[in-house]
């Protein structure tokens, strides 16, 4: 089955979490491929506390007229920046509603994970393609903690995220050819 892969082109409705300096917008700290790690990124300090949520616009999606579109999968690689104990999460906004996936859980490396919709989670039903196309994604986020047991201590550290997209995975509507009496070919899809 083909898929389409589409990036962050613009903000989105949230922008809660803080730049990398000096780049100048959410959306461009996450859009490249392949991820440049920490030359930018966005971020959720240890000073901030409480879920921090980005959104992010997409371009319009070029998926042929009649498609199935069997399910999305919004991909996103994160890191700590000192500690073990960074969560962040798959966001989508979809029919003016956000749907936040599971937390994972990261050290102070890059990972990348994922999670999948296979259906729209506000209609129950297939993806269609103008949801496709009004669909924003990003992350959730919250600060990295740590407990010293020795000193009786909680320590705060930075979540970072450096790359967010989404694949659109769907099956192309048959093509059918009807043959006119003239010898003329016209395709339907």
């Known amino acids: 089955m083909p898929t389409e892969t589409l990036r962050p082109n613009a903000a989105g409705d949230k922008t809660e979490w803080t ?6 917008n959410h959306w461009s700290s996450v859009d490249e491929t ?24 997409l371009p319009a999606s070029s998926i042929p007229d009649g498609s199935t579109i069997n399910k999305i999968t919004v991909y996103f690689r994160h890191r700590g920046t000192l500690f073990t104990d960074w969560r962040c999460a798959a966001l989508i906004k979809t029919n003016g509603t956000e749907y936040r996936a ?38 959730a986020g919250t600060r990295g903690s740590w407990y010293d047991e020795d000193s ?4 705060y550290d930075n979540t970072r995220c450096t ?25 339907e899809g």
Request: charged share 25%; no cysteine; hydrophobic share 35%.
């Open 152 to 155: 009786g201590w909680t320590y």
């Open 34 to 57: 392949p991820p440049n790690e920490d030359t930018d990124y966005v971020e959720i300090v240890a000073a901030e506390g409480g879920e921090k949520r980005d959104l992010f616009n």
């Open 102 to 139: 599971g937390y994972t859980e990261n050290g102070t490396t890059y990972q990348t994970f994922s999670q999948i919709w296979s259906k729209n989670p506000f209609t129950g039903e297939d993806w269609t393609r103008d949801e496709i196309n009004a669909l924003q994604i990003g992350v």
């Open 163 to 187: 790359q967010v997209y989404v694949e659109i995975d769907y099956t192309e509507a048959a093509i059918t050819k009807k043959v006119l009496m003239d010898g003329f070919i016209f395709i």
């Open 19 to 24: 730049l990398s300096w000096p780049h100048p």
